[in-house]
């Protein structure tokens, strides 16, 4: 089945968050929250009741439902794909689970050269209810943007190989000192299958991408630049054939900034230990997203839009800066106060 060509709404062209992400001038700072949709809105959990993660993931329906939530309740300018960095591997058929206060879990770790070859490359036909809640979600938003994103392959590789979440990446880290062809392969693998699942959410009408390397910083600079860097370049370099601006994330990458700006991002995003300033004179002439301490929302709202007033002063110094939590919404968040923060962000300086 073919969707009817559609052209891209006109409104878009007006967007805050766009005009950022390619460093142009901006009517006021973006703003977005990673992991807006999720545990801390209750009409989330209305939803989800019931509903296993993966098994919401696959569902259109709910996709669209639960990535616009957060858009209604906040007017925030992008809203973000509800889907998860595992669901395109398990879309190939690897064997795993979101497991509920817990997170990916895999089977059968990948371990030998043998594992990796096992795992399918992504073609769009492994993915159609993708396509169809992306269309779904274009066709809603209006002139709000749809970020789509992937898994870098370093932070998606963990999962595959540690077998589920993990504080030090240890067996992960020791096939990429030890088993260099095995390293290389599985990262091979995870990039082809991230840029296409990149490239599906983009053919249906996302208008950014967002690369997560969450845990990239368990990373040297050296080791980054030479074992991981040159994949997550070959996923970044797909999504800018595709015309569309790149964010490229990760927590505890102070070291690594300056490396991810040049794997091949429009924006990078900064956690909240960098401070913004430091941030943009390590990624040059290249957009910024960030960077409030997610636990400021717990503050009193004064604290909170104070801190919120110094991160937007700071980013005025980039090329282009959308505003943006250091990490995702804490599941225990209120939205009440996200709400301030949003009108805040939106309304500063005018
Ligand atoms: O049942 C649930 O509600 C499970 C919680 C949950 C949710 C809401 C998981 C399990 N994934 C998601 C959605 C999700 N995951 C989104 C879209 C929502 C939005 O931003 O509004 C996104 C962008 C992700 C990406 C993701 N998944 C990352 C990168 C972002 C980050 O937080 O650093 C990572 C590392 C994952 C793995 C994952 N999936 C789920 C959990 C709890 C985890 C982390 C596990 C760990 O600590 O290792």
Redesign the pocket.
């Known amino acids: 089945m073919t969707s009817p060509e559609t052209s891209p709404d006109p409104r878009l062209a007006e967007s805050a968050f766009l005009k950022a992400a390619r460093g142009e001038p901006v009517p006021h700072t973006p703003v977005w ?7 801390s809105l209750p009409e ?1 959990l209305e939803v ?1 009741s019931g509903v ?2 993966l098994e ?2 696959m569902d259109p329906a709910l996709v669209i439902e639960i ?1 616009l939530q ?1 858009v209604r309740r906040y007017g925030v300018d992008a809203a ?7 669901l395109p591997l398990k879309a190939v058929g690897v064997d795993l689970d ?1 497991k ?5 879990v895999v089977a059968k770790p990948v371990r030998t050269l043998a594992d990796v070859d096992a795992i399918p490359d992504l073609t769009p036909d492994q993915v159609p209810f993708i396509t169809e809640a992306v269309e779904g979600l274009v066709a809603e938003l209006g002139g709000t943007p749809l970020i789509g ?1 992937a ?1 870098a392959p370093f ?1 998606v590789a ?2 595959l190989v540690e077998g ?3 504080k030090e990446h240890a067996r992960t880290k020791a096939m990429m000192f030890g088993a260099p062809d095995v390293w290389d392969a599985l990262m091979r693998k995870i990039a082809g299958i991230s840029a296409a699942y990149l490239e599906v959410q983009v053919a249906a009408g996302a208008s950014a991408v ?1 690369l ?1 390397d ?2 990239a910083g368990a990373l040297t600079p050296r080791d980054y630049r030479d074992q991981v860097m040159p994949h997550s370049a070959a996923v970044l370099a797909r999504a800018g054939a595709l015309g569309v601006p790149r964010i490229h ?1 990760g ?1 505890g990458t102070a070291n690594l900034l300056g490396l991810m700006g040049e794997a091949g991002a429009d924006v990078v995003g900064v956690d909240w230990r960098t401070p913004l300033a430091e941030a943009i004179g390590k990624v040059g002439d290249r957009g910024v997203q960030g960077n409030l301490d997610p636990t400021l929302v717990f503050a009193p709202t004064d604290v909170m839009t104070a801190r919120a007033a110094e991160v937007i002063e700071a980013g005025r110094a980039a090329t282009g800066h959308i505003f943006n939590l250091g ?3 804490i599941p225990t968040t209120d939205p009440d106060q996200l709400m301030r923060l949003t009108e805040f962000v939106q309304s500063y300086g005018s």
Request: net charge positive; aromatic share 20%.
């Open positions: 929250f990673m992991r807006q949709a999720g545990r989330y989800r296993g993660m919401s993931c990535t957060p973000i794909f509800f889907s998860d960095i595992v979101i509920p206060g817990v997170g990916p994103f898994g932070t963990s999962y589920g979440p993990s967002q997560f969450s845990w994330f927590v990490h995702g919404v």
